[in-house]
């Protein structure tokens, strides 16, 4: 895979750079992640008129069929505006699974609509007892007539309240399925709750919900496969938007000690403070290499290899992650933790960082397994 921007990248990272320093001020951020939405439609059809929920869709269904190194460059750029909208939640994950698995009919109805920012689609597979395993999965469909019935529950559905439609993995038979779930299907109670860090949550229950067997993406035995698939485009999404996160963090924090004097010095001229900041350097920098990986396994054929790379990579991310954003704090002294900076809004992102989409434990365990492969 070649990293090498080309100028199309380039002027995409340019033109992001810019809509958000100049439309996405962090009092516009606040205000969207403490309304009830969670979003911004307008500033989500923004980002699309740029391209980016479409990034990777193909071009045949209204994307741009861009490769996982652009996604990388533009989650880059979101990651440093710590930008709220549900790209990865509402347009990666889905897009990926869609694209590789689902109908041309499943296809037609909804990539053109997620590539041109009309709807969002989010992924709904964790339950109350599965600890990040997709395998046990309890909801069940029960296969009814032309169609199927779904019963249980999903619980942190990442922008799940925002979404038009939910891919939900379920239980049929021994195996597990992906369908797709509109908003509007009978019998889906949706329940909200802000997280810590700006971002939003959902937890869903399905009583007796009627669904066509239309629904069903791909195969009723290969739901795993299309559902790992998509959380593998969102891992990789994930370690670039944390990278971009932690790169503009140290940005600011040098600011910050060029700037706030102690016995008549900048800040910046104590040297134990400059080893702290190339500490902090050194980390993004061993995050973003990760985050190349993470990109790289996508075209990765061998399985194994594959989520060694992609395990691999979350890890280290999420352990850089947690160091830049506590470094950044102590450095902020108490105001790092207050409103009156954004650094505390840059601090609970990346410690989210590592319980989004499977924690250190689960990605080591998972490591672990793929070597013994």
Not at 36 to 59: F, H, K, N, Q, S
Not at 104 to 128: H, S
Not at 184 to 202: E, K
Request: charged content about 20%; aromatic content about 6%.
């Amino acid at each position: 895979m070649d990293f090498e921007l080309s100028e199309e990248q380039r002027m995409l990272a340019d033109s992001l750079r810019r809509f958000i320093d100049t439309q996405y001020t962090f009092d516009d951020r606040r205000r969207i992640s403490r309304a009830e939405a969670g979003c911004d439609r307008d500033i989500w059809r923004a980002l699309a008129e740029m391209g980016v929920p479409g990034l990777t869709i193909p071009a045949a269904f209204g994307g741009f069929g861009e490769s996982a190194a652009s996604q990388l460059v533009v989650q880059r750029e979101l990651g440093r505006g710590l930008v709220v909208e549900p790209v990865i939640a509402g347009a990666v994950m889905s897009a990926a699974v869609l694209a590789a698995h689902a109908s041309e009919a499943q296809k037609d109805a909804w990539l053109p609509a997620l590539a041109a920012g009309e709807r969002m689609l989010a992924l709904a597979y964790l339950e109350p007892a599965s600890r990040y395993r997709p395998e046990t999965a309890q909801c069940t469909a029960t296969r009814q007539h032309e169609g199927y019935v779904l019963e249980g529950r999903k619980c942190v559905v990442w922008h799940g309240h925002a979404a038009d439609g939910w891919l939900v993995s379920a239980r049929v038979g021994a195996s597990v399925a992906l369908f797709i779930v509109p908003r509007d299907t009978a019998g889906v109670t949706i329940t909200r709750y802000p997280a810590m860090d700006g971002q939003h949550g959902a937890d869903l229950r399905f009583a007796h919900v009627k669904l066509p067997a239309d629904a069903l993406v791909g195969s009723a035995s290969n739901g795993l496969d299309a559902l790992e698939h998509g959380l593998a485009h969102g891992i990789a999404a994930q370690c670039a938007y944390a990278s971009g996160a932690m790169e503009r963090l140290i940005e600011i924090t040098r600011d910050y000690l060029d700037t706030r004097k102690q016995f008549g010095k900048p800040l910046a001229a104590f040297q134990v403070l400059q080893h702290r900041l190339a500490d902090m350097l050194v980390q993004k920098e061993c995050a973003l290499s990760m985050a190349y990986v993470a990109a790289r396994a996508l075209d990765e054929p061998d399985p194994a290899a594959r989520r060694r790379m992609l395990s691999g990579a979350k890890v280290v991310v999420a352990r850089a992650a947690r160091f830049v954003g506590q470094q950044a704090v102590q450095l902020h002294g108490g105001m790092g933790l207050t409103d009156e900076l954004n650094v505390g809004d840059y601090f609970k992102h990346l410690t989210m960082v590592d319980v989004l989409l499977g924690d250190t434990d689960y990605h080591v365990e998972q490591y672990c397994a793929a070597m013994s492969n």
